[in-house]
């Protein structure tokens, strides 16, 4: 302690009110690191604040010399852009505002600067200063107040200080009012609010509410009984504002949603918290306590105001609910819950399987063309994406796009999981997805196989030669082998099933937004050409599919273009999807012969095909769910209490996780499932 109280005195010596301006605040920014200390313990820090004020006082000269210096600073720094903007975007704009973010973790703050603004996050730059500023004690802000930044005191301290306080709370105050203002009446939140609220102009009003509160402050004081009524006015008026941007989600949530009308709305509630701060400094009785508190909260408000991935994460919760709100209503589709349900996916992945196999084998014929790597994932890609779209035409399956529309409607049932005999019901659930799951891979690779070997033979008797030769049959063989990278490229072709979906909601969501099917069912040009009827009919079908048509179009894309574009770049990636794996597997098995089921190679292979099924359905289904999480606001899940309920299940009653039997001990008709009459 001694040795710090040494370097206190050191640093006492140095103070020059009559420095040039980078050198007072580099003389601030050094008292506040040696208040920080090791930056462990808060208390510590607040008996350093103590030790500070008890040097002071027995320095009256000192203390004069203080006062010159904090007199400069108050004329020098402008403390409104710290109190009413810290944290906000200087345009309410999501896209200026990452890229402000991104260039301020490149380009360093200097402390030659009259914006508070900007030197605070020198001065307090992280959460312990918003801990040790929390811990102040009364009687030590006390001290604080008299002693440094006091009106009166034996050794002169300026005497303008709660004046300029008040000024600048007053300015901020105005300020941040004007923008409240500006953004509730800028077009793109005003054309959203309810048309109840927008009668009520509450952000019309707003301004003048407030010069009522300013004269009476600046005329009869801030504790004075028309100051106190003009602030509950205020206040209330504020409430009025919140509750008329909150009606903007509501719309938002039917036509679509805006990241950067989130991200506007965002700042507005954050504002209005912000005034409601700055109001409670200019109403209180315990000014310096209010300050503390006040600095405390902006100190966390700096450090966020600094993060990439709080704005990221803020800003667009809204959208990913939107997402998975519409993948939730789809993924409904593909869990089954009965043995007609079962055989249902069975037959529907049997049919996708078999498109599944002239896609296979197309790809084989792509490949011998010999094309450049662009030119063949494109190609690649377009067979993909044709074979999807027909897929779903039909109204057939694919198993692999399951789990990212699946996981979605799993995450939503865990907002109850608390309530009585919700654990059961969710495992049950889970459940049905699983064996949902195994029909659907089933059907797939139990139709693409023997459909690849009979169009394979189909073109030898042809006579138009192999499908693949024995060299590239052999290669194909070894490349799925289960010990080589085929697990991870499984995985990593799990992702792009999870992109798929989340691009088609995206998508979805930009269509609906710009009411584009409104457009196709009205405009003149449309109905010219298509007539009345056709086009209203066109507006509906294209709101209701156009998020499968992404999908399914930007999934095969995706398949072909990703492993050429990543091989540019020198980092290598196929493609492994379990369907096509097997197709190609049944290819290589067809050329080489009866005598391959004596091969270890092909049963490392087929090891290889059963793992990357795994690797693709536990892949895109987990990247889903969370983001579910996420976008569902789901927190505090006991997972090993929902692990241990699915063991039990699994000891129980295995047979239940891959065929259509009774699930015991649910209630209900929906839950009572066999392949037949009970």
């Known amino acids: 302690m001694a040795t710090s109280q040494l370097a206190l005195i050191d640093l006492l010596r140095t103070l020059d009110p009559e420095a040039p301006l980078a050198e007072r605040h580099l003389w601030l920014m050094r008292l506040l690191d ?38 400069e600073f108050l004329t020098t720094v402008d403390a409104t852009p710290l109190l009413a903007d810290l944290g906000f975007a200087p345009r309410n704009a999501f896209v200026s505002e990452l890229t ?77 009012i004007s923008q409240i203002s500006a953004v509730g009446q800028s077009p793109d939140v005003r054309t959203r609010m309810a048309a ?31 100051a106190l009524v003009a602030l509950g006015h205020l ?49 209180t009785d315990a000014p310096a306590q209010a300050t503390a508190q006040l600095l405390s909260h902006l100190v966390r408000v700096g450090r966020d105001s600094r993060s990439v991935r709080a704005l990221l994460a803020s800003s667009t919760e809204l959208l990913a609910a939107k997402v998975t709100e519409r993948n939730a209503e789809t993924g409904e589709h593909y869990i089954t819950r009965d043995g007609r349900e079962y055989l249902h996916m069975l037959g529907a992945a049997s049919g996708g399987g078999a498109v599944l196999a002239v896609t296979t084998c197309t790809k084989l014929l792509i490949v011998a063309l010999g094309l450049s790597a662009f030119w063949g994932g494109l190609a690649a890609g377009l067979n993909y994406a044709a074979s999807f779209v027909v897929i779903m035409l039909l109204h057939w399956t694919v198993a692999t796009k399951q789990p990212a529309m699946t996981a979605p409607a799993m995450a939503a049932r865990l907002k109850g999981i608390d309530s009585p005999g919700a654990e059961e019901h969710f495992v049950t659930e889970v459940v049905y997805l699983l064996r949902s799951q195994f029909a659907a891979i089933t059907g797939n690779v139990g139709v693409v196989i023997p459909g690849v070997v009979a169009l394979a033979a ?88 156009v998020s499968s048509w992404t999908a399914n179009i930007s999934l095969g894309l995706m398949l072909g273009l990703v492993p050429p574009v990543l091989g540019f770049f020198g980092l290598p990636f196929e493609v492994r999807h379990v369907t096509l794996v097997a197709g190609q597997v049944a290819a290589a098995s067809h050329q080489l012969g009866a005598q391959v089921l004596h091969s270890p190679a092909l049963w490392w292979a087929a090891a290889g095909i059963a793992i990357t099924g795994l690797m693709n359905l536990a892949c895109s289904f987990y990247l889903a769910f969370r983001l579910a999480l996420a976008a569902h ?29 009774r699930v015991r001990g649910q209630a209900g008709a929906a839950d009572r499932v066999s392949m037949g009459p009970p």
């Open 458 to 545: 189909v073109i030898d008797a042809l006579g138009w030669g192999p499908l693949v030769d024995r060299r590239h049959a052999q290669h194909l063989l070894a490349e799925h082998h289960l010990l080589g990278p085929t697990a991870l490229f499984a995985a990593a072709t799990g992702g792009l099933l999870f992109a798929s979906s989340v691009i088609a909601g995206w998508v979805e969501n930009w269509f609906v937004f710009h009411r584009l099917d409104s457009v196709i069912a009205h405009h003149p040009r449309f109905t010219r050409r298509l007539g009345p009827e056709r086009a209203r009919r066109w507006g509906a079908y294209w709101r209701q599919h």
């Open 235 to 283: 206040r209330e008026q504020l409430d009025a504002c919140r509750a008329a941007a909150s009606t903007v989600y509501a719309h938002l949530q039917e036509h679509g949603i805006s990241v950067h009308i989130e991200f506007q709305l965002r700042q507005l509630r954050q504002r209005i918290l912000r005034v409601k701060a700055l109001l409670l400094c200019l109403e």
């Open 34 to 71: 040696w208040v920080r200390g090791e930056g462990i313990d808060p208390e510590a820090a607040v008996a350093r604040v103590r030790v500070l004020l008890d040097a002071a006082e027995v320095r009256p000269e000192w203390l004069r010399q203080w006062h010159r210096w904090w007199a």
């Open 633 to 661: 606001n789901v927190t505090g899940v006991d997972r090993r209490r929902l692990y241990t309920a699915l063991g039990r299940r699994l000891l129980r009653q295995p047979l239940s996780f891959v065929l259509p039997v």
């Open 196 to 226: 109840e609220t927008q009668r009520q102009r509450p952000f019309v009003d707003l301004p003048i509410v407030f010069e009522a509160l300013r004269q009476a402050v600046l005329t009869q004081g801030r504790q004075s009984a028309p």
């Open 100 to 176: 402000g973010r991104v260039w301020r973790k490149v380009l360093l703050p200097t402390p030659e600067t009259t914006d508070l603004g900007e030197l605070f996050p020198l001065l307090l730059p992280g959460e312990f200063d918003a801990r040790w500023l929390r811990a102040l004690d009364p009687a030590t802000l006390e001290r604080l107040r008299r002693v440094l930044f006091g009106t009166e005191s034996s050794t002169g301290s300026p005497a303008g200080a709660p004046a300029y306080a008040l000024r600048t709370l007053l300015d901020a105050l105005a300020y941040a």
